[in-house]
Every structure is written in C-alpha cells, then in structure tokens.
C-alpha cells in the first residue's frame, strides 16, 4: 500500500516529538513492503526555528541521518487530489491547517478511494477543545488517538466515526543500547515549554540533582532566562538543541535518566508518557519517572523504572541507582525487555495495519526499489 503522512513536519524534530515516531513507523512501514512518504508544508515553527537556530546544516544531517524517508513540501498553490493520486492511506496529523484538513475530508467524501484518518498526539483535546471541536472530521474513515483516555475523549464528544487507540513507541533502529562508559550522573532531554511542567522540573529533576551534588546535563529549546539561571544555581549543564538522532549517543554517556511529563497529561490524560520515555528505556539507560498514572499498564512500575511519587523519593531513587551499578543495570535490562516486546515501532506499524484490515482496508504491498 501506498501510505501518506500529513504532518507538522518530518524533517524537523525542534519542539516537534511527533516526528520522532513518525520517522520510525515510515521506516518500519517500508520494512513490511508498503510506499511511506510525508507532506509537510513550506512553513511550518518547527523547521523555521530549527534553521533559525542551527542553519541548513541541521537539515543536511536529517536526510544523513535518514537517507530511506521521503518527504514533500506543499504550499497554498498546491493541489492536494494531484498528490494524493494512487495513494492508499492518509493519515493527518492534528498540527495540519484546519482548512487543510476540512479540504482533504472533502476530497474524501467526493470519492477518494484512499482511506481517510486523523492523528492526534496532543493534549488540545482537553485543553484547548474548542479548537479541536471546531475542526470537520465528519468525512475522516477513523480517528487515531495515543492514548486509551483521549480515544475516550474524542468518543464522549462525538467527533469521529471510529476511534482507535494508537500509543506512540519507540523507534529501535535508532534506539538501542550503546556500548560506552557514562561519563556523567543524569541526563534529561525535553523542552522547558510554555511553563506546563515548570513546577513539576523544579521539584523531580533540578532541586535533586542539586541537592545529591550529581553531574547533570540538559538538552532541549524554548527555556526563558529564569530557567536557565535556575539551572545554572543547581550547578546543571544546559546544551541546547540536540538532533534526535543523536540522542541515543547522549544516553549512553549517562548512568540515569527522568521522565517529567506535562501537567495536562498527569490531570486530564493519563495513561499517555511522553515518547522519551520510551526512547529513553529503549536504549538501556536506568529511568525514575515523576507521577503519572499508567491505567493501561503499558509499563511494569518498579521493575522497569522506578517511580517518585515527590521530590525526596526522587532524590532517594536517583541517589541509589548512581551508587549501585547492579540494580541500573537490572532497571535497564527489564525497561528494554519490555520495549522489544510491547513498545516497538514495528509494533505500531503492525497495529496501524490491524486498524485499516478493520475499516476494510487492503493490506496488500509493494516492491520499493
């Protein structure tokens, strides 16, 4: 099958973790035999800031990075039935235009013979639900939600035919274990954002890594001055941007990791982590997480990572996996057996293709040359 992706963007992963997943189900899509390519359009935040920040050399080390995936740049000019011609499935990412996306559900019901479906990895739903209420799903085959609670939501408000839980996971061609000595305590990689886990970071990672004297570093955008100069207090390294695909490299050079994630999660969404943590556990590095509610048990607490329910029990989890090699690497061994066996890329893609055999869909392949 020939599947399209709509997203915010591909090539572009600045405050932009949908592209992580994305690249790795393309990927294991064309592993299965099927045609994967993304549409993204000319402008977008993400790839404008990250060009902004670190030049066009950013976007040469994605295609170096990612030489398999295909992506297409669209405009307003651009006439979407033209190249959607031949394809099979059409997955939109919730970031699209919402006229973008009105109009691809219009091609739909004039009877476009591809199967239709809306993807939702965000927290909009509940916390900016007029903006989600307002956009025109009525023609769309199937809503793809990442979480249990969020299909849930998009159900109780009537805004989709068929909704279908679809977890993000992570891609395990480029996460995985590295052999090399940590050099360092912790690393955190995420964005500071637009203060929805300001709190939450002050409390589960800056107040106790200063506080055991640990060797941190930090990577990721969007951090005002005040967090960084709290940073800077806690005696913390902050490294800006850092490619995805080069995070699994950052991992192996430390013995421990968190997983913080946003306060409309934990509240109003739980049962969704964020896909560093699944990235995170796939790559065998020990991980304590702060409060979330797992209702769909995609994890096993306490055997694949540990979980703070406050800050001193952070502070206690990090203090006793830094002093004790064997119990990081028994943490890690189970957080990594659990990954191969649930939380793949393959997995997902296999699971997208149990969703559209669903909605009557072929499922039949193609030879890529």
Not at 330 to 339: N, Q
Request: charged content about 25%; overall charge negative; glycine content about 8%.
């Amino acid at each position: 099958m020939r599947f399209v992706f709509y997203t915010h963007s591909l090539i572009s992963d600045w405050n932009h973790g949908n592209a992580h997943f994305l690249r790795g189900v393309m990927r294991e899509l064309q592993h299965l035999g099927h045609q994967a390519q993304a549409l993204e359009p000319e402008q977008s935040w993400s790839r404008d800031n990250l060009i902004a920040e670190q030049g066009e050399g950013a976007i040469e080390a994605f295609h170096h990075a990612f030489p398999m995936l295909h992506t297409r740049r669209y405009d307003a000019d651009t006439r979407h039935q033209d190249l959607l011609d031949g394809a099979d499935v059409v997955v939109v990412h919730e970031w699209t235009d919402p006229a973008l996306i009105a109009e691809l559900g219009a091609l739909r019901r004039g009877g476009a013979r591809f199967t239709l479906l809306f993807h939702d990895t965000h927290h909009r739903a509940v916390s900016a639900e007029g903006e989600i209420g307002a956009l025109d799903l009525s023609n769309y085959d199937g809503i793809l939600a990442f979480g249990e609670t969020l299909r849930e939501r998009y159900l109780r408000a009537g805004w989709g035919r068929q909704v279908f839980t679809w977890h993000e996971a992570a891609d395990v061609a480029l996460f995985h274990p590295l052999d090399q000595e940590p050099q360092a305590d912790l690393v955190w990689i995420g964005n500071w954002g637009d203060g929805e886990r300001s709190a939450e970071l002050a409390e589960f990672l800056i107040e106790p890594v200063a506080a055991l004297g640990l060797s941190a570093n930090i990577r990721g955008v969007r951090y005002p001055d005040e967090a960084l100069a709290r940073l800077h207090q806690a005696g913390i390294a902050y490294g800006g941007w850092i490619a995805n695909a080069d995070v699994p490299r950052e991992f192996a050079r430390h013995r421990v990791t968190v997983h913080v994630p946003r306060a409309p999660y934990v509240q109003a969404l739980p049962g969704i982590p964020t896909i560093r943590m699944f990235e995170a556990l796939a790559c065998g590095i020990p991980l304590v997480s702060a409060p979330w509610d797992d209702c769909e048990g995609l994890f096993r607490p306490g055997t694949d990572h540990l979980r703070a329910r406050n800050g001193p029990e952070m502070r206690d989890h990090l203090s006793s996996l830094i002093h004790d090699p064997a119990k990081r690497r028994e943490i890690a061994a189970a957080g990594l057996e659990t990954i191969r066996a649930r939380h793949t890329c393959r997995h997902r893609a296999e699971e997208l293709l149990s969703i559209l055999a669903r909605l009557g869909t072929s499922a039949q392949t193609e030879n890529i040359a």
